[in-house]
Nanobody
Framework: QVQLVESGGGSVQAGGSLRLSCAVS????????MGWFRQAPGKDREGVVV????????YYADSVKGRFTISKDNPKNTIYLQMNSLKAEDTAMYYC??????????????????????WGQGTQVTVAS
């Protein structure tokens, strides 16, 4: 059972930066991919960035390319999302998620939230224009 705890959200002015953290406990070798997702009020949950845990590729949503960067600290079992040049449209609840090889769904690179079994509680990011 993978447990995920996000932190680091807050309120910033447009153009500012935030770094989100996702602490991963009970990390399983069965995990296929992980990622960050976000959901704004009245909108569907969307993928921000996902990566394959076997050292494969990382995929970013077009809307955040060049501004957001994901990184991993393996000894600390923590995943970070560095968010720069924030825009008002980045305002959302941000979630960290993990998916096992056995969880059915579209390919991880599709950035869909389908198939992700494990989710954190979310951390709010608010960007004032």
């Amino acid at each position: 059972q993978v447990q995920l705890v996000e932190s680091g959200g807050g309120s910033v002015q447009a153009g500012g930066s935030l770094r989100l953290s996702c602490a991963v406990s009970d990390y399983s070798a069965d995990t296929a991919c992980m990622g960050w997702f976000r959901q704004a009020p009245g909108k569907d949950r969307e993928g921000v960035v996902v990566f394959y845990t076997d050292g494969g590729s990382t995929y970013y949503a077009d809307s955040v390319k060049g501004r957001f960067t994901i990184s991993k600290d393996n000894p600390k079992n923590t995943i970070y999302l560095q968010m720069n040049s924030l825009k008002a449209e980045d305002t959302a609840m941000y979630y960290c998620a993990a998916r096992r090889h056995s969880d059915l769904g579209p390919p991880c690179r599709s950035l869909t939230s389908m198939g992700y079994r494990f989710w954190g509680q979310g951390t709010q990011v608010t960007v004032a224009s």
